[in-house]
């Protein structure tokens, strides 16, 4: 039979389908079991398991050590560590950490991988800082050397060794410090474990024998987390060592600086317990040890557990918790090294946003600063501070310094107003307010929170400089909502100074060398509540300051009103206005009332361009006084230079604009025109147009009637936005006059810029008992007149309050100045207004308020309104005197800011 068709036999099964159904069973059973088994006793099992133990049986013990220690025991154990002792402890954990910065370098070495010393350096300051205070080094300090390695150029591989490498040398430096400490003081640890001396020797010795042993084998490999490490030779295990040595020896030095005075403990005496804590906080995986390495501190070391604790709490700030901060503020700027060029540009976007906002916030913290030195100068300093300042200090000058830090306190609450306006004064008074603060906190108790405090906003103020760039005084700002804030801070001060103090010793009040903190609280309260009085003195008593404002030159001002668009520029000529000239011969008029810089109209300038660097330049100068700016009847074809320039409007009403071409005489809708025209002319009225070369002589006929009808108004001459009775100012213009047989019963004042092509009306007054239709004669034939001399457009002046919105969802404003337009007829017929100036068929233009939204809008229109009536008015703000100026040459009227 051929070989592939040799048949085998079978072997019987053994497999486990081929058993009977028990023996199945049974042997399931078994392997369960076994699993069971190895996994109950699987290592890492148990060694977490020992680790919850061995955390559990520390938390029992520190709560039976711990019972009955107080808090404020634990703060004044704190409280007295000295300086130079902190000093000493910062200096040995640096130590400490140059040995591991020393792991770092020969763990690489080890490893065989090669980075730049100071990338070593960083990344091993970084790990171990991270280890000790997250535990779990390898996770912890691995990932940050995976981070940092990897963009060096090394492997996984190679980070997990450099890893391993160091965990293996600090533990074997533990183990040479235990070992040199049970040979140099074997009777260590008696109180602790009960081991006599002579087996602590024992102990030591043999430690200290196999550790040498173990160095003098060469080439030895370790398998550690699947890793396979080559440890080093004789040379390197004993630079290991001693680096082991000298970061745990100096380590446990800095805790040993800090140690309670009374302890009786030398320092080799001290490093056996030490490393025995080290173990026990390592082997309990909890973050830096905490809890097993203070049990053994406290089972150990001589002392009360208050004391002995508040040294480990100062002990855990110095050497964790600083290193830790230092590492993790370190691996953030490195983290964010590779991105600078895109971070680079992250201050010139952020920037823009937070500098508006600078003033605001800094005027927040200088109040919370003032609030601070106010209230803290009414509680008591804690004594270890008073301790701090007796020997140098001499008490009177702790006790002026105490009061002085309440009085910078309560100016700089002041000064803070101002700080918020951008006012240059405020900025310098808070500079040196806050450095005054910061060493009077300093001397009055050591209060280094205040001082830091103060300090940080100095330093702030300094870096914003540029923000504080208005005029003004440091006081001037200051509202009676902030009176009533900076009086409800002193009154806090006051209220926790009783609080806190209970009975005061009134009689040592004005002792300087008493040395009680209750009048002590005394005296800062009433320093407190004198700056706030002479504020409020000054605030009610302030003089009114100097006029400061320049008179244009003469011939400037009439060339530019000359050469005008706008006829309302002949407002200039009033004398009741402050001028903003540019490098063009462009200007703006204006007023200020209370800090509101109202100018009257658009700019005048020849250019758009022009008006738009004048309207930037009005606002900056109402920035630079200390004020906000605003424009009175601005026109709608200059709104979109005001809305670049950050401004916001409300609708005053609308201006009543003739266009001559379209009116006429003829036809059977002027019908009722020629009948006014007859109807006067019947009554013996007749119209002229007086020049202005001829007003001089005029103007003693119409005073009369200007008195007349003065005499029959409510309340005294409007200025500002519309001209009053000045021969100075009426004799440079001309005017329409109707004569009743030969005398003048009625006349208009005319508003024209050089032979540009619209023409106003100013002034416009009459006298008593006219013939009826007298003043629609007036306008009929000044009307006809000028569209024969060639103007285009004939201004009837402002309807106010014509044409606002009054829906439910239109702004406020406009809501109530509609309602007011309907229903306030029995103040001002404004209905009626519009209703006589419709008849001639005008163009209605809106005019408007702009304004940058900083005040409220029923605070610029109260000032508005002062302006305009010619009221109340301080001296600083009274208008330029204005020169005799020449009439203008006339000139080509530029194109309008409407386009």
């Excluded at 990338?119 to 991270?130: D, E, Q, R, V």
Aim: glycine fraction near 10%; include cysteine; aromatic fraction near 8%.
């Amino acid at each position: 039979m051929p070989a592939a068709a040799r048949i085998v036999p079978a072997m019987p099964s053994s497999a486990p389908s081929e058993l009977p159904r028990s023996a199945r069973r049974a042997l399931a059973r078994l392997r369960a079991f076994a699993a069971s088994k190895k996994a109950l006793f699987n290592p890492r099992r148990l060694g977490a398991l020992a680790a919850l133990g061995l955390a559990g049986a520390v938390a029992v013990l520190l709560v039976d050590m711990l019972e009955g220690v107080a808090a404020s025991d634990v703060a004044s154990a704190v409280g007295a560590t000295s300086g130079l002792a902190l000093v000493a402890a910062a200096a040995a954990s640096a130590g400490s950490y140059a040995a591991l910065i020393g792991f770092e370098r020969l763990a690489l070495h080890q490893a065989g991988a090669r980075v730049a010393p100071r990338l070593a350096a960083l990344t091993g300051f970084i790990s171990w800082s991270f280890t000790f205070v997250l535990g779990f080094g390898i996770v912890t300090g691995g990932a940050v050397r995976l981070r940092r390695y990897g963009r060096a150029g090394l492997t996984t591989g190679e980070t997990l060794r450099v890893t391993l490498f160091g965990t293996v040398f600090f533990w074997l430096g533990i183990v040479g410090l235990a070992g040199l400490s049970l040979l140099g003081a074997p009777g260590t640890l008696l109180p602790l474990v009960g081991l006599p001396a002579p087996a602590g020797f024992a102990l030591g010795l043999a430690i200290t024998l196999a550790l040498a042993v173990w160095i003098a084998r060469d080439g030895r490999t370790l398998r550690l987390g699947g890793q396979s490490l080559t440890l080093p030779g004789a040379r390197t295990g004993l630079a290991i060592v001693a680096l082991g040595v000298a970061d745990t020896g100096l380590a446990g030095l800095g805790l040993w600086w800090v140690l309670p005075a009374d302890t009786a403990l030398a320092f080799h005496l001290f490093l056996p317990i030490f490393a025995m804590a080290t173990v026990a906080g390592v082997v309990s995986h909890a973050p830096g040890g905490i809890g097993a390495f203070e049990a053994v501190i406290l089972l150990s070391v001589p002392g009360e557990p208050s004391a002995l604790l508040g040294s480990l709490l100062v002990f855990r700030l110095v050497y964790y918790v600083a290193p830790f901060s230092l590492g993790a503020l370190a691996f953030a700027l490195a983290e964010l090294a590779p991105q600078r060029r895109r971070l680079s540009a992250v201050p010139l976007m952020v920037l823009p946003v937070l500098r508006p906002l600078a003033p605001v916030l800094i005027s927040l913290a200088a109040f919370a600063a003032g609030a601070v030195l106010v209230v803290s100068g009414a509680l008591p300093a804690a004594p270890w501070r008073m301790n701090a300042l007796s020997p140098p200090v001499p008490l009177p000058l702790v006790e002026a310094a105490h009061v002085a830090a309440s009085l910078c306190g309560a100016a700089l609450l002041v000064a803070a107003a101002g700080l918020k306006r951008q006012v240059r004064a405020s900025h310098r008074a808070a500079l040196v307010l806050l450095a005054a603060g910061a060493v009077f906190s300093l001397l009055r108790g050591f209060a280094i929170e205040a001082a830091t405090i103060c300090g940080a906003l100095g330093v702030a103020l300094v870096l914003a400089r540029r923000q504080f760039d208005r005029a003004g005084s440091a006081f001037q700002t200051v509202t009676l909502r902030r009176l009533g804030a900076i009086a409800a801070i002193i009154l806090a001060g006051i209220a926790a100074g009783f609080a806190t103090h209970g009975d005061i010793e009134w009689h040592n009040t004005l002792d300087l060398a008493a040395g009680s903190d209750g009048p002590r609280a005394v005296r800062a309260s009433l320093g407190a509540m004198a700056v706030l009085a002479l504020l409020v003195a000054f605030r009610a008593l302030r003089p009114a300051g100097p006029a400061s404002a320049d008179a244009p030159g003469t011939a400037r001002l009439a060339a530019a009103v000359a050469h005008a668009a706008d006829p309302n520029a002949n407002l200039a000529f009033l004398g009741d206005k402050r001028f903003l000239f540019d490098g063009e011969g462009g200007f703006i008029m204006y007023q200020v009332q209370r800090g509101t810089h109202l100018a009257m109209g658009d700019p005048v300038a020849s250019t758009r361009a022009g008006a738009a660097d004048l309207i930037w330049r009005f606002r900056e100068l109402a920035h630079a006084n200390g004020g906000e700016p605003a424009f009175y009847q601005v026109s709608a074809g200059a709104l979109p230079l005001y809305i670049e320039a950050g401004f916001t409007f409300i609708k005053l009403g609308e201006e009543a604009v003739v266009d001559l071409s379209l009116f006429s005489m003829t036809g059977s809708r002027a019908s009722r025109y020629r009948q006014m025209v007859a109807r006067a002319e019947r009554a013996g009225l007749t119209f002229e147009i007086v020049p202005a070369s001829a007003a001089e002589a005029l103007l003693p006929t119409l005073k009369p009637i200007s008195d007349d009808w003065l005499s029959r108004q409510i309340g005294r001459e409007k200025g500002f936005s519309i001209g009053f009775w000045d021969e100075a100012y009426l004799a440079r213009f001309d005017h329409a006059v109707v004569r009743a047989a030969g005398v003048p019963v009625a006349f208009a004042t005319l508003w024209r810029c050089g032979e540009g092509p619209e023409a106003a009306i100013d002034l416009m007054r009459y006298g008593p008992d006219l013939p009826g239709g007298t003043m629609d004669y007036l306008f009929i034939s000044l009307i006809n007149a000028l569209k024969e001399r060639g103007v285009a457009r004939l201004s009837l002046g402002m309807a106010p309050l014509s044409g606002l919105a009054e829906h439910h969802l239109a702004p406020a404003w406009s809501r109530v100045g509609a309602t007011v337009y309907r229903c306030g007829g029995a103040f001002f017929n404004f209905s009626g207004l519009r209703d006589y100036k419709a008849k001639f068929k005008p163009d209605w233009r809106p005019r408007f308020l702009a304004h940058t939204g900083a005040r409220s809008v029923a605070r610029i229109m109260l000032d508005t309104t002062l302006i305009v009536s010619r009221g109340p008015r301080r001296q600083d703000t009274q208008a330029s005197p204005l020169p005799s100026i020449p009439q203008a040459a006339p000139a080509p009227a530029p194109a309008p800011l409407t386009g």
